[in-house]
């Protein structure tokens, strides 16, 4: 089912000088907010610090859809669009520009990006009203805006680099933005240090790949001359030293238009040498081998490892969970919409690299879907909302590598395009529960509030039928083309062993993945939204079957020290400290005045008080998100429905040309498919439904109990985080407290070695001074005049005896002379 | 008055004026008794002025200075050597005052002449604001209120402070002079020339274990220095005649060292008898690298550079980690490999496999430090093993590479030291521990800090990633496995900068610093142009290589043997 409308000639290119005003126009924001945030915020009040950075994200937007005018109006085979900044480097064979491209894939991420970003900032205007430093929070917001787009507008590897790790930092500045609390701040540096373990494994992939366009690889055995090439350098033995030959950059002409052929970060160059067959690059790599692994399938693992700290993949998943100790816009737009998608589309982007490596592929595959899984599973027992978006976020990005993987790599992308609405309005949601219920986070001090808040309720609902795979919002046609295309993939390796069950073990996986997610999402919905309102000034029942053991990970145990009551506009303070937690059965709390939907938050920030329906500000970007997340769906309606390609597909393809192929089936087993995927969804929802619906069921808390061991391996997430304490953290900082010791106690001994004994030899030499030298002199004296008197003697006045002394004297001269010539 | 053919003397000789001008008037003093305090002040407004019209000149150099010219030409073949200034010294010793740049001196240049001037903003008491912030530094002028001594000591900027500005032009002449000496023995000159001053400045002016520290350099210094001067005269005495600044030509051997290029292509030290058996170049080879490697440092000739700076006044060590550092490579790229490439070529895999030590190893002893001071002096160390390595690997991209590298560590460890004298000034102790929560009290500061931090730990964007990348993207075809050990650095400097930063600016405000001031302007005018070079760099590096590129790819092409 591969519609091949692969363009393969060379990218014709169209100047879009405007391009670099979308990204510029955060960056003014983040820097006016920044550098006079304070003085704005004080003298014209919060109004100009929003005003300021929605201004600016809107302008990006505009410039954005500006693009898009431009981008539909081109032939589909040549919607792309290029604006050169200025060379930013040029040393040997490398050679980048600050550039950005558009092509159809970058102009939906970018769309999506200032899209929702900007809404994202709206929302915040009301979330952070009662912030203190709410110039920084917008400052930062709009930086990471400015370092997403460089990532997806970079028209080379290096600018996508400069964005990647920028927003690393904007993730790491907002993760820690309440950086008093010494755990979020700590949250802030896990997330970047394990990012860091990804983008060292990226660079290498990216280094492999550069170096590899250059030549061959294997050592030859006959290059054993002493040869210089200029743009490797000299080496003298190239065979035992140097397995890259590089050809040099060359230019082959396609089509009439020339080809670069070599080293490149660019990606349109990598992609038309390695795309078109008449350069011969993508045969020449397809063959090339380092230390026997096929060099590109080195090439997809490491570049992949650095999505996998990105997009939090096992095993690098560990920090994204603990990023949810930042505001919850910031969770919305970073650990949902955007950021973490970046590995997805880096995949996506390099979808012809990965389509030539069947174990590249697999690796990919396997990893999203055991992440699926797994992330699933945790979320099963959480109790703080974010936490179940977090893991369900880091679940559905594995579906979305399952996508990549396989090689749908326009599902892939659909599934981030839908999972970027359905999220953020899931995230958005909770943190307008949040907000509501007085910065709560524990669902189980919940409940009821569809009462209370009725927007925010049905846009949770609206998105959670997304997210399950309801035929009806938008998650269901990514979800399923992602599973389908999985079933029938049958190409992929498993480190170079053939493996066709892989395709259909994924499939499975991820259907069970499927129904997880179903019922985490609605056991969430049910709990937060049906029942009575668990929460308020009393705490009145103890369950009595919270194990606070849970609560015992090490690094959340001084958390208790946090209690609520110290929270000043901070949510998440009580997820970690809640000492008494109360999920009250028939307790009566839910109070009769329901929503005061004036947009006072005079209340923010105490404790106490009805949940109330957020101002509008936030509940209309709610309710345009979840509308979004139904009408997406209409970009992928799938060819058995209508017998055309679905609008998405056709439009990403001139930016994914990769070749995959695909078993064939029979109508009737697709729509088989389509409804497995229905029924999983519907099986989730059934049961969540019975457990959690209104709060009445007794049977989780009896499972619980019956399984109580597995519980609580699972609630405390596998002590993942633990293992790494112990394997990674702990002997680092030993090594780095021994070589430090090593440092001070051995090499610098040895210099005061060194200094001692200069000053040993010194007091010698004193010694042979007093003793040696003065007698010596002393000695001379005596000498000269014992000399003189015994070579009183040879004056004895007979010529021969002086003739006897000149003849053996210029003897010893010639000798001497012949000696030491 | 300033024109392409002296620029590179006014650069050199006008701190010395400036001392010679405090110098007079210490003596005017001395007979016709100006108030001490009027001393005080004059020395230092002569410092300002001389070392702010050396930044001019350098900035003059740097502008005239044409990458792509052919420069002075040696046995007919370019060099690129520009703003030549020669004349005849000593003549019986064909000792040459001979100065100019290429594309390896011209941002050594240049940064010499940046942080020269960041340093004597350093080293002055003003824009301090307020009676208050001046107290709490320890830099009141008058004596009374509290006396110089080791529980109250005064402020560095007020201790004795003709001396201390004569040393820091002098020094600052050194510096000059050593990068734009292209005559071997005034090399050395201008190399001592700054070895003194450095001494005494650290040693009178340094904190409490100023006099071990000052010794400990001084010592390992000037043992690399012996070994210098051994390798020099033993090149001096194998090379052949030169023509001089006159025309006419030297009398059996030279100090020229474009023309001991030459002479090394060709072969000359390669053919040298062997010293005891060892192969002349070699030994030669060995001398000059450990003298240069000290300075680098390297390890493990790294344990005075943490003494140093956790002793030395701010202004120093800013010196200390912008520019002597830089000495290092610097003297290796102008005399081991131009001279000596058969030897180059011989040692290029020891230097790699120090260059990884240097990185690895020091960063994960910056990692375990608790002193402020010394995790930025040992984070230094390892940022100079990227130009080890870079230099070893000796493809254009790793070599241009390990050169930026010099360049952009040169403004962000500076702007390190300035951050650390900050705090030292307001805290007077460096103990990352007994910190916390900071950002709370000096948010300005804090970002600063910020900025630096995430420059020096090679996030995109800033100055710092851009050499890192560089050298381990050129490194990766010729060393492939110690790149990727190299790499794992990226991890451990983010941890020890973000862990840093978390003891000290993150969670709860330590009580004991409340009230703290935040960054005066004196420390505004030093950091926010350091902090605006590290982010324009970072987006426009070829500014820097566009000059330094092609020095390098004939340095390296001249390595490969007739």
Request: some cysteine; overall charge neutral.
């Amino acid at each position: 089912m591969n519609h091949a409308t692969q363009h393969l000639g060379p990218t014709v290119v169209h100047a879009a000088g405007y391009l670099w005003l979308i990204p510029l126009f955060p960056a003014v924001g983040a820097i006016i907010n920044s550098l006079l945030g304070t003085r704005i915020q004080r003298n014209l009040g919060k109004r100009w610090n929003h005003a300021i950075a929605i201004g600016m994200m809107t302008l990006s937007f505009l410039t954005a859809l500006r693009a898009f005018a431009q981008m539909v109006a081109l032939p589909g085979d040549e919607r792309f669009l290029q604006n050169t900044l200025w060379n930013m480097l040029t040393a040997g064979q490398m050679q980048f520009d600050l550039a950005f491209a558009l092509d159809p894939l970058s102009m939906m991420m970018v769309l999506i990006i200032t899209f929702i970003g900007t809404l994202i900032h709206v929302f915040s205007v009301g979330y952070m009203a009662d912030e203190p430093s709410y110039w920084r929070f917008f400052a930062y917001l709009n930086l990471f805006v400015f370092a997403m787009l460089l990532l997806v507008m970079g028209d080379n590897f290096a600018v996508m680099f400069f964005g990647w790790e920028g927003v690393g930092l904007a993730s790491y500045l907002l993760i820690s933005f309440w950086y008093t609390d010494i755990e979020k701040a700590q949250a802030g540096m896990k997330a970047f240090v394990v990012n860091r373990f990804g983008d060292f494994g990226f660079i290498l992939g990216l280094f492999l790949l550069f170096w590899s366009l250059g030549g061959i690889w294997e050592p030859r055995a006959d290059a054993r001359s002493v040869t210089y090439v200029p743009e490797i350098g000299y080496k003298a033995d190239p065979a035992a030293q140097n397995p890259f030959e590089s050809t040099g950059p060359r230019a082959v002409v396609v089509d009439g238009h020339a080809v670069k052929v070599g080293p490149t970060l660019n990606f349109r160059e990598l992609r038309d040498q390695v795309v078109i067959e008449a350069t011969g690059v993508g045969e020449h790599l397809r063959h090339q081998k380092l230390w026997g692994v096929a060099l590109l399938t080195l090439v997809g693992m490491l570049m992949f490892v650095g999505a996998m700290g990105k997009s939090a993949q096992l095993p690098l998943y560990v920090w994204l969970p603990d990023a949810m100790a930042g505001p919850t816009p910031v969770s919305a737009l970073i650990h949902a919409a955007t950021m973490v998608t970046a590995g997805v589309y880096m995949v996506a982007r390099l979808s012809y690299i990965y389509a030539m490596s069947p174990t590249a592929m697999g690796w990919v595959a396997t990893i999203g879907v055991l992440t699926a899984f797994f992330a699933a599973t945790i979320g099963f027992f959480q109790y703080d909302i974010k936490k179940v978006l977090a893991y369900s976020t880091v679940s559905q990005l594995g579906i979305m590598f399952i996508g990549v993987g396989v090689g749908a790599y326009w599902a892939g992308t659909y599934h981030l395009l839908t999972h970027a609405f359905f999220k953020a309005t899931l995230f958005l949601g909770s943190g307008s529960v949040i907000l509501g219920c007085h910065h709560e986070q524990d669902m189980r001090k919940m409940g009821g509030l569809k009462k209370l808040m009725p927007v925010t309720a049905w846009t949770y609902l609206v998105a959670t039928w997304a997210i399950a795979g309801f035929p009806w919002a938008s998650g269901f046609f990514s979800k399923d083309e992602i599973l389908w295309k999985a079933f029938t993939q049958r190409g992929m390796e498993l480190f170079g062993v053939p493996a066709p069950w892989l395709g259909p073990a994924i499939f499975v996986i991820g259907i069970l993945a499927a129904t997880g997610t179903s019922f985490y999402m609605f056991r969430s919905y049910y709990m937060t939204f049906t029942g009575h309102y668990r929460g308020g000034a009393g705490h009145d029942e103890e369950h009595g079957e919270d194990p606070h053991s849970a609560h015992a990970a090490p690094h959340h145990a001084p958390a208790a020290a946090h209690a609520p009551a110290a929270a000043h506009g901070h949510d998440d303070h009580a997820a970690h400290g809640h000492a008494a937690p109360a999920a009250a059965h028939g307790v009566h709390a839910a109070p009769a005045h329901a929503t005061h939907a004036a947009p006072a938050h005079d209340d923010h920030g105490h404790h106490g008080g009805p949940p109330h329906e957020s101002p509008r500000s936030i509940t209309w970007v709610l309710a345009t998100l979840a509308f979004g997340a139904v009408a997406v769906s209409f970009l992928g309606i799938p060819l058995l429905w209508t017998g055309h390609a679905p609008i998405l597909e056709h439009w990403l393809a001139p930016a994914l040309p990769a070749e995959v192929t695909f078993l064939h089936f029979g109508h009737a087993t697709e729509w088989l498919f389509q409804g497995m995927g229905v029924a999983a969804a519907t099986i989730g929802w059934f049961f969540a439904m019975k457990l959690f619906k209104d709060g009445q069921s007794r049977v989780p808390h009896d499972l619980k109990h019956r399984f109580f061991g597995f519980w609580t391996v699972v609630y405390n997430k596998y002590y993942v985080d633990e293992a790494y304490h112990a394997l990674v953290i702990r002997p680092s900082l030993f090594l780095a407290a021994f070589l430090s010791w090593f440092d001070q106690h051995v090499i610098d001994w040895l210099v005061n070695f060194a200094g001692w004994l200069a000053r040993v030899f010194a007091a010698i030499d004193d010694a042979i001074d007093k003793y040696v030298v003065d007698g010596a002199v002393n000695g001379v004296g005596g000498l000269t005049r014992e000399g003189g008197r015994v070579l009183r003697r040879i004056e004895t006045g007979r010529i021969q005896t002086y003739l006897y002394g000149a003849a053996f004297g210029s003897l010893l001269v010639v000798l001497l002379n012949f000696l030491f010539r | 008055m300033i024109r392409p053919d002296n620029v590179l003397v006014w650069a050199t000789f006008l701190p010395v004026i400036g001392s010679a001008v405090i110098l007079a008037l210490m003596v005017v003093r001395h007979f016709l008794g100006l108030k001490k305090r009027f001393l005080d002040q004059a020395s230092r407004v002569v410092t300002m002025v001389a070392s702010f019209l050396m930044l001019v000149a350098s900035i003059l150099a740097w502008h005239w200075f044409d990458p792509r010219a052919q420069g002075l030409l040696v046995q007919g073949k370019a060099t690129g050597v520009q703003m030549v200034s020669r004349a005849i010294w000593i003549r019986p010793f064909n000792v040459e005052w001979f100065v100019g740049v290429d594309g390896l001196s011209i941002s050594m240049v240049l940064l010499t002449g940046i942080i020269s001037f960041v340093a004597a903003i350093a080293s002055m008491p003003w824009w301090q604001g307020g009676a208050k912030a001046i107290h709490m530094a320890g830099m009141d002028e008058d004596d009374h209120g509290h006396g110089d001594d080791e529980h109250h000591p005064k402020h560095f900027t007020v201790r004795m402070v003709p001396g201390y500005m004569i040393l820091l032009l002098l020094l600052m002449t050194g510096m000059m002079g050593t990068f734009v000496a292209l005559d071997m023995f005034l090399f050395y000159v201008f190399w001592e020339v700054m070895l003194l001053p450095m001494y005494f400045l650290i040693g009178v002016w340094g904190g409490p274990r100023r006099e071990y520290a000052a010794i400990k350099f001084f010592l390992y210094t000037l043992a690399g220095s012996v070994l210098m001067l051994l390798a020099i005269i033993a090149v001096y005495y194998r090379s052949l005649p030169a023509v001089m600044a006159d025309g006419t030509l030297s009398a059996r051997h030279t100090f020229n060292l474009l023309e001991l290029a030459a002479q090394g292509r060709a072969g000359q030290f390669a053919t040298a008898l062997p010293i005891l058996g060892v192969a002349f170049s070699k030994i030669v080879f060995v001398a000059f690298f450990i003298g240069f490697a000290i300075k680098i440092p390297m390890f493990p000739f790294h344990t005075w550079l943490p003494d140093a700076h956790v002793e030395a006044p701010t202004p120093i060590s800013v010196i200390l980690a912008g520019i002597l550092l830089k000495m290092g490579p610097y003297g290796i790229l102008r005399f081991n490999y131009p001279l000596l490439p058969d030897a180059t070529e011989w040692a290029a895999n020891a230097i790699a496999v120090f260059g990884v030590i240097n990185i690895i190893y020091a960063a994960y002893v910056a990692l375990a430090q608790r002193d402020f001071k010394k995790m930025v002096a040992y984070s230094s160390v390892s940022h100079m093993g990227f130009t080890l390595l870079g230099m070893a690997a000796m493809t254009p991209m790793a070599i241009s590479g390990a050169v930026y590298n010099m360049f952009t560590h040169g403004i962000i460890s500076p702007a390190l030291f300035l951050i650390v004298g900050v705090i030292y000034d307001r805290a007077h102790h460096r103990d990352m521990e007994r910190f916390g929560g900071l950002a709370k009290e000096l948010p300005e500061y804090s970002g600063l800090t910020g900025l630096a931090f995430f420059a020096s730990l090679g996030l995109p964007g800033l100055a710092g990633f851009i050499p890192e990348f560089m050298v381990l993207a050129g490194s990766f075809p010729v060393y492939l496995t110690f790149t990727v050990i190299s790499a794992t650095a990226v991890i451990i400097t983010a941890a020890y900068y973000l862990w840093a930063m978390q003891r000290v600016f993150l969670g709860k405000l330590n009580s004991a610093y409340a009230g703290f001031p935040d960054v005066n302007w004196r420390e505004r005018i030093m950091l926010y142009p350091l902090a605006a070079i590290m982010i324009f760099l970072g987006f426009y590096p070829q500014f820097i290589l566009h000059a330094i590129n092609p020095a390098l790819q004939l340095l390296i092409q001249n390595l490969r043997p007739v």
